[in-house]
C-alpha cells in the first residue's frame, strides 16, 4: 500500500477535549487541542500544587473541569505478584480524588494508557488487560489479552477501534484490534516480525510500530476487517550500527520522528543511564517513502540514551530532541524543500526524559529538568530556547511519563511518585 492510503488525522476518534489520550493523541504530537497557552510573556510567574502518588502515568481531561488520573501498583511485582491500577478523577484545582474506580486487573507491570473515546467511555490498558469505565470511574467491562506481557497502552484509529501490543525485547510484537463496545477483539492477532519496546502511534486508520530495529506500519483493511502490513514502507534503523532500540514516534503527516539507544538503566533518573557506548540519534523517515530518510546524533556524546520521543512543531518546523543519559535538549530547524536539519539551538546540562507538551500559539515548551537530585518543570520558549518560567515541585524522581493542560494557564505534570499542577499567578 502506498502512502495515498493515509487519511488525514480524525481527532474526532477521540472524546472532544483538550486532552483525550496520552502526548494530545495518536499522531503523539504534545499539542493540546485548543489549548491556548500559559502566556508568561504577558506576565505572571509560576505556582504550583501537588500531592503524592504512587507509580502515576498520565492524566487526561474530559468535558469541561474533569480531570482523570491513572495509577498502578509496584511492590507486588517484586514478589512475583499481578499488579494493579486505577483511575481517579480528581478537583482540577487542589488535585484531592473525587471519583475512584476499583482496583483493575493488570498483571505484568508496565506504565499503561488511559483515554476517552468518542463515545464518551474511559478505555485503560495495563498489564494484560483492557478495561472500558464510565466517566464516573465505573468499571463496565474488561478483556484479558493473549500474552502473558505488560501491554504498553494503545491509540484509537479513526474508525473508533482500538489497537494495543505486548512489550517486550524478544518476543515478536503482536497487535490486538478492539471493538470500543463489546470490548472484544475483531480480528486474529496480527503477529510482527519482530519485537517492539516502543508505544505506538497511529494516523487515521494506519498503525506505526517502532520494532527495536526497524520501522513499520499497519493499514486497517475495512473489506477484510484486519490489520494490514504496508510491504513498501519500512525502515531499518538500526543496520550494522551498535546501537539499541527506538522508542515512540512522532507523526507530523510528512515524516515519522524518533530516537533510538532506548535501551538503559532508569532508576530514580536517566542521568548517565545509558547502556550502548555509541551516542544517541534523531532519526526522520518520510512518511511518503520510507527510501527517503536522515539520521543525526543528539550530540555525539558516547553512552547517550532516551525513553521518550522527540517533539515536532508543525507551525516553526522545529525538532526537539535530547540525549537524558548526558543531560543535553537541542533543537534543528527543518526544512522540507531539501530535508535539510539546521542545528537552532542547544541547552547542555539540562536534565530532559519526559514527555512534553507545546502551546503552538504563544510558542511555550514544558519540560523537564533533573538537577540537584529533584525534578524541575520549566517552560521554554521554542523559537529560542530562553527560559520562561521554572518550578521546582519537590519530586525526587526524574519523570519519564506524560503531562497534560489545565483548563485554564496551568497544566498537570506526573512522575511516578508526584502529582502537580503548576499554574500561572
Known sequence: MSMASIEPSHPQAYFDSPWPGEDGGPQRLQIGQGAAGLDLRSGGSLGWVSRNIMMGTMTVLGAPGEVYLLTHSMLRSRIGLPTTARVERIDPNTLATLECSPRLAGGPMWPGGMAIHRNGKLYVVYGRYAHRLSRSCRLQASLELPINQAYNSFVILANGLL?????????????????????????????????????????????????????????????????????????????????????????????????????????????????????????????????????????????????????????????????????????????????????????????????????????????????RNAEEIVVLDIETGDELGRVRTGGLTQGVVFPSPGWGRDFYWTTFGRLARVFVQ
Not at 534523531?282 to 532516551?306: C, E, F, K, W, Y
Request: some cysteine; aromatic content about 10%.
Open 163 to 371: 489497537v494495543t501490543k505486548n512489550l517486550s525485547d524478544s518476543t515478536p510484537a503482536h497487535l490486538t484490534v478492539i471493538d470500543p463496545d463489546s470490548l472484544r477483539p475483531v480480528c486474529a492477532e496480527i503477529v510482527c516480525p519482530e519485537a517492539s519496546i516502543a508505544r505506538l502511534s497511529a494516523i487515521g486508520n494506519t498503525v506505526y510500530v517502532v520494532g527495536v530495529r526497524s520501522i513499520m506500519r499497519y493499514h486497517f483493511d475495512a473489506d477484510r476487517g484486519t490489520l494490514e502490513p504496508d510491504r513498501d514502507w519500512r525502515f531499518d534503523y538500526i543496520g550494522n550500527s551498535a546501537q539499541t532500540y527506538g522508542w515512540d514516534v512522532v507523526l507530523d503527516g510528512d515524516n515519522a520522528w524518533f530516537m533510538d539507544n532506548g535501551h538503559h538503566r532508569y532508576l530514580r533518573s536517566m542521568i548517565g543511564a545509558g547502556v550502548s557506548p555509541t551516542p544517541n540519534r534523531l532519526i526522520r523517515v518520510s512518511m511518503h517513502d520510507a527510501r527517503d530518510h536522515q539520521i543525526v546524533t543528539v550530540n555525539g556524546l558516547p553512552g547517550g540514551s532516551i525513553t521518550n520521543p522527540p517533539l515536532y512543531d508543525l507551525k516553526r518546523r522545529l525538532i526537539i530532541g535530547y540525549d537524558s543519559a548526558n543531560r543535553t535538549l537541542r533543537a534543528w530547524r527543518y526544512q522540507p524543500s531539501d530535508g535539510t536539519l539546521t542545528p537552532h539551538w542547544d541547552k547542555p546540562d539540562f536534565g530532559c526524559a519526559s514527555h512534553m507538551l507545546q502551546y503552538p500559539q504563544t510558542g511555550e515548551l514544558v519540560i523537564n529538568d533533573y538537577r
